[in-house]
């Protein structure tokens, strides 16, 4: 069983900056992909940025691209999400997710993904 913490929300003025971290305890934290999606009210999740189980390799959301950075550190478990010059659009719940089935290919779809963090929210003021 893994279990997913995510910390770092909260309220931001436009254009500001925010890092969120995952904490992971349970199973083999570096034996997998990890993500970060996101759900703005009344829309649906949608995958924000993944890192492949070394870091080696990352991907993003096409629009996000240059605005978040995603990293982990296996020898803490831990994941992170790096936002820069954030817009009120970027206003939803973040989740953590990882992914066991997979070592270096970064899934998009969220049915790919075996455990997920509780959330923590981020909003946005312009």
């Known amino acids: 069983q893994v279990q997913l913490v995510e910390s770092g929300g909260g309220l931001v003025q436009a254009g500001g900056s925010l890092r969120l971290s995952c904490a992971a305890s349970g199973r083999s934290f570096w034996r997998s992909t990890m993500a970060w999606f996101r759900q703005a009210p009344g829309k649906e999740r949608e995958f924000v940025a993944g890192?492949?189980?070394?870091?080696?390799?990352?991907y993003y959301l096409d629009s996000l691209k240059g605005r978040f950075t995603i990293s982990r550190n296996n020898a803490a478990n831990a994941v992170y999400l790096q936002m820069n010059s954030l817009k009120p659009e970027d206003t939803a719940v973040y989740y953590c997710a990882a992914d066991y089935g997979r070592l270096t290919t970064i899934a998009k779809n969220d049915h790919n993904y075996d455990y997920w963090g509780q959330g923590t929210q981020v909003t946005v003021s312009s």
């Open positions: 890192i492949s189980w070394s870091g080696g390799s990352t």
